[in-house]
């Protein structure tokens, strides 16, 4: 097994954040295997979604409608509509698995691996990138 933390700038601005190339550079020596990506914090996610073509902004709008960013939770600190934040492991989960076959991630042509954080108040996160051999 083989793991290394990756810090990603995420300032202020809330969203996706493309990890597929680190991902890719990661696993190229390696043979086989699987390779697991995991952020360790509540209020963030990793999804395989195709990026660009508008599908980053229709991802977090529908973020934002299924889970408002407005008062109606209970936790309250930080930014307006904080809460809904951590109810983002319902929707999108702190890890996924992505199959690596002969030192290449085995995403579909469109697929690419990234954060979301639509939390604007923390301005980095740690994702652990964990490759395991098969």
């Given at each position: 097994?083989?793991?290394?933390?990756?810090?990603?700038?995420?300032?202020?601005?809330?969203g996706l954040?493309?990890?597929?190339?680190?991902?890719?550079?990661?696993?190229?020596?390696?043979?086989?295997?699987l390779?697991n990506?995991?952020?360790?914090?509540?209020t963030?996610?990793?999804?395989?979604?195709?990026?660009g073509?508008?599908s980053?902004?229709?991802?977090?709008?529908?973020?934002?409608?299924?889970?408002?960013?407005?008062?109606?939770?209970?936790?309250?600190?930080?930014?307006?509509?904080?809460?809904?934040?951590h109810?983002?492991?319902l929707?999108?989960?702190?890890?996924?698995?992505?199959?690596v076959?002969?030192?290449?991630?085995?995403?579909?042509?469109?697929?690419?691996?990234?954060?979301?954080?639509?939390?604007?108040?923390?301005?980095?996160?740690?994702?652990?990138?964990?490759?395991?051999?098969?």
């Amino acid at each position: 097994m083989k793991s290394i933390e990756v810090t990603v700038q995420t300032g202020t601005r809330r969203g996706l954040f493309d990890l597929t190339a680190e991902c890719a550079r990661f696993v190229a020596t390696e043979g086989d295997g699987l390779l697991n990506v995991f952020v360790a914090h509540a209020t963030a996610g990793v999804v395989v979604t195709e990026l660009g073509a508008g599908s980053d902004e229709d991802l977090v709008a529908a973020m934002d409608t299924l889970l408002p960013r407005d008062d109606r939770w209970r936790h309250r600190h930080g930014s307006r509509g904080h809460g809904a934040d951590h109810v983002v492991p319902l929707l999108a989960s702190p890890s996924v698995m992505i199959p690596v076959i002969g030192g290449r991630l085995a995403l579909g042509r469109w697929q690419s691996i990234a954060l979301l954080d639509p939390n604007a108040d923390n301005d980095s996160r740690t994702v652990r990138l964990t490759f395991v051999t098969g």
